[in-house]
């Protein structure tokens, strides 16, 4: 079917792995055009975004992502990643916490840490740097 939003979606992951990332958003968003509750088309156009450094419509996509499917780890840091960049660092960290609760990955406290940090709170920072380092392979 032509409007069947796993279908798109794996053309677009086609594509962006060619590195043709304005093409594989296209797909991603064609994707979550056709089926608005499939939250891998949503995450997926917010990592383009990100990659390609809209940071306003990554926030987007991975708040659509996260209205269909609200634990979705990887957009919980997608959104933290594209709040972090426009300078939203509280609303970063709050969504860095979410990410972190979601999937405890070292990479997931690795941006916490980061967050807060960046934030001047040395105490979480620190625990969430610890926590990364505890996780690590």
């Known amino acids: 079917r032509p409007d069947y939003a796993p279908a798109l979606n794996n053309v677009g992951a086609i594509v962006e792995a060619a590195g043709r990332f304005e093409e594989a958003l296209n797909w991603y968003v064609r994707s979550g055009q056709s089926d608005p509750s499939y ?10 975004y990100i990659r390609l450094q809209r940071w306003q419509a990554a926030e987007a996509s991975a708040r659509s992502a996260l209205s269909a499917h609200p634990q979705y780890g990887a ?11 426009q300078g939203k660092l509280s609303d970063a960290a ?7 609760a979601i999937e405890p990955t070292q990479a997931a406290f690795q ?13 979480k920072a620190q625990a969430a740097a610890q926590t990364a380092a505890r996780l690590s392979p």
């Open 75 to 85: 957009a919980w840091n997608l959104l933290a990643a594209a709040l972090f960049r």
């Open 94 to 100: 709050a969504a860095f916490e979410r990410a972190a």
């Open 111 to 123: 941006n916490l840490a980061l967050a807060y940090g960046t934030l001047g709170d040395k105490a």
């Open 39 to 48: 939250a891998l088309a949503h995450r997926n156009t917010a990592g383009i």
